[in-house]
C-alpha cells in the first residue's frame, strides 16, 4: 500500500519536473527572442533563473495563450556582475502557429488578464502596458468541472472520531 502511494508520488513529482523543463525551455526562448531586439547581447552572459508562475487558458480549440512569470540571471562579463530581474512572458497558439512576447516586470506592474484571474492566478503579474491577450470575462472554462458543491457537511469524517 505504502509502496504503491510512494510510486505515485513519484512519477506525480517527475510529471511536475518534466512540465517545468518544457515551460522553463518557451520562457527562455521567449526571453531570447526578446532580449536579442532590445540589447547588445555582446559581453553579456543570461541565465534561466527559475519559474515562478504560469497559466494556460484556452479560448478556443484553435487558440490559447501561456503567461508565464520568471527569473532571468544576468551575468556582465566586464563587471563580473550577477544581477536576477523577473520577467513575463507569454507564448500563444492561433491555429498552430506559436508566437511569443517577453518584456521585463517592473514592481508597480499591475496588468489585467481575464485568462489568468479566471483560474485564480492572482500572484502572476502583467505588464501594465499590454501588449498581451487578456482573454474574455465571460469565457466558459470547459475543463473545470465543479462538482464539490454536492460534498457539502460531509467532510466531519476527517475528524479522529471516525
Ligand atoms: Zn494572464
Not at 36 to 57: A, D, P, V, W
Not at 105 to 130: A, F, I, R, V, W
Request: proline residues 1%; contains cysteine; aromatic residues 12%.
Amino acid at each position: 500500500m505504502d509502496n504503491c502511494k510512494n510510486m505515485k508520488r513519484v512519477s506525480k513529482k517527475e510529471t511536475i519536473k518534466n512540465g517545468i523543463k518544457w515551460m522553463s525551455e518557451e520562457c527562455f526562448l521567449a526571453f531570447t527572442k526578446y532580449a536579442e531586439k532590445i540589447n547588445n547581447l555582446e559581453g553579456i552572459k543570461h541565465r534561466f533563473g527559475e519559474l515562478c508562475y504560469q497559466c494556460l487558458s484556452v479560448e478556443a480549440h484553435d487558440k490559447n495563450f501561456h503567461h508565464y512569470n520568471f527569473t532571468i540571471e544576468t551575468e556582465h562579463r566586464s563587471t563580473n556582475v550577477l544581477t536576477s530581474q523577473l520577467y513575463f512572458a507569454e507564448v500563444k497558439q492561433l491555429s498552430g502557429v506559436k508566437s511569443y512576447f517577453c518584456c521585463l516586470l517592473d514592481q508597480d506592474d499591475e496588468g489585467h488578464c481575464y485568462g489568468c484571474k479566471n483560474q485564480e492566478m492572482y500572484g502572476l503579474k502583467h505588464p501594465s502596458t499590454g501588449c498581451y491577450e487578456v482573454g474574455a470575462a465571460d469565457i466558459c472554462w470547459p475543463f473545470i468541472d465543479d462538482t464539490d458543491s454536492g460534498s457539502d457537511g460531509d467532510d466531519d469524517c476527517g475528524g479522529l472520531g471516525c
